[in-house]
Nanobody
Framework: QVQLAESGGGLVQPGGSLRLSCGVSGSIGSILGMGWYRQSPGKARELVAAITASDRTNYAESAKSRFTISRDSTKRTLFLQMNSLKPDDTAVYYC?????????????WGQGTLVTVSS
């Protein structure tokens, strides 16, 4: 079983930076991939950035060149470095892990952390 806990959200001015963290507890060896998602009021949850078990990354167009997904050497903390933040980046940011299941796979989500970009 894997549990996720996000932190690092807060209020930041446009153009500023934040680094989100996602602490991973439990059995991490089976994680197939992880990602950051966000959800704004009235909108569907959307992918921001993802990383595979072999450290391949992909980004939403809105995140490319501004956001960076990474993790520490123990793979127990996932990060999202966000630079040049815009008001449109305001959302609850969620961490997700994908694990194998029988059949298929299972998704585990954190509780989310709120990012507000405003002057």
């Amino acid at each position: 079983q894997v549990q996720l806990a996000e932190s690092g959200g807060g209020l930041v001015q446009p153009g500023g930076s934040l680094r989100l963290s996602c602490g991973v507890s439990g059995s991490i060896g089976s994680i197939l991939g992880m990602g950051w998602y966000r959800q704004s009021p009235g909108k569907a949850r959307e992918l921001v950035a993802a990383i595979t078990a072999s450290d391949r990354t992909n980004y939403a167009e809105s995140a490319k060149s501004r956001f960076t997904i990474s993790r520490d050497s123990t793979k127990r903390t996932l990060f999202l470095q966000m630079n040049s933040l815009k008001p449109d980046d305001t959302a609850v940011y969620y961490c997700k892990a994908v694990l194998p299941s029988n059949p298929g796979y299972v998704e585990v989500w954190g509780q989310g952390t709120l990012v507000t970009v405003s002057s």
